[in-house]
């Protein structure tokens, strides 16, 4: 893929984020370039991004003079940049049933196939800012291998091999999140025993499901 590529990819992936909730007036997602990666600005305006608004940082998340400043939560993305060199790109988002249910006692569990995919998430125990490289680091190894992560009372955090599989896996976390916040109230919800877990795993974890999945929402942009 080109850099010109990669950077459409990004601007589309934070457009269908925006969309649908999962990032708002903050939030941001960015790809690994070189050491260090390519980030909206802070300032950006989420709903109105445009080429312009992507920012270079480099391995410590530090960004160029001459270019708008990163989010303050770059650290985030730096220290998975850093500890993960699988990872090719990271969404942290706010969206409203995630942080819903992180606000609570009950742990994510899979009530439907898709939300298999994430595992079962981490959950960072403070809503804190992830504004320092310190708080960054902490994140980052909770996270270890796995690709999601709750953050108490604050959002979620997504890291996978590119963005538009970044992408997708939010908006799967958050689609669970929002069936099993739903559910409760009627009872208990129905939770996917360990081998239909891992049944889901294997079936809708596949490259042509996910274009299918990035296909859709990128086309409903243009709508």
Same mark, same amino acid.
């Given at each position: ?31 690994? /370039? ?6 909206? $600005? ?14 270079? &940082?480099?391995?410590?998340? /530090? ?18 940049? *850093? ?18 249910? $992180? ?10 196939? /898709?939300?298999?995919? &994430?595992?079962?998430?981490? &959950? ?43 992408? &997708? ?8 999140? *929002?069936? /099993? ?6 009872? *208990?919800?129905?939770?996917? $025993? ?30």
């Amino acid at each position: 893929m080109t850099e010109g590529q990669s950077r459409d990819d990004l601007l589309t992936a934070l457009r269908i984020l925006e969309a649908n909730g999962i990032i708002d007036l903050n939030g941001h997602a960015s790809i690994r /370039q070189g050491a260090g990666a390519l980030i909206n $600005s802070g300032r950006s305006v989420r709903s109105r991004l445009a080429d312009a608004d992507l920012v270079p &940082v480099d391995a410590e998340g /530090q960004g160029q003079s001459a270019a708008d400043a990163p989010p303050m939560e770059v650290h985030l993305h730096a220290a998975i940049y *850093r500890l993960r060199p699988d990872v090719g790109a990271v969404v942290h988002g706010h969206p409203t049933w995630s942080t819903l249910l $992180s606000s609570t006692s009950t742990p994510y569990t899979t009530v439907y196939p /898709q939300g298999a995919l &994430v595992g079962s998430p981490a &959950v960072y125990a403070s809503p804190r800012s992830i504004n320092t490289p310190e708080i960054g680091g902490k994140v980052a190894e909770l996270l270890g291998n796995g690709c999601a992560m709750l953050m108490r009372a604050h959002g979620m955090v997504i890291a996978a091999a590119d963005i538009r599989s970044a992408t &997708v896996l939010a908006l799967y976390l958050e689609e669970n999140a *929002r069936r /099993q916040c739903l559910a409760a109230p009627l009872g *208990r919800p129905y939770h996917f $025993s360990p081998e239909e877990v891992e049944a889901c795993r294997k079936g809708p974890n596949k490259p042509t499901l996910f274009a299918k999945a990035w296909n859709y929402y990128a086309a409903k942009l243009r709508s």
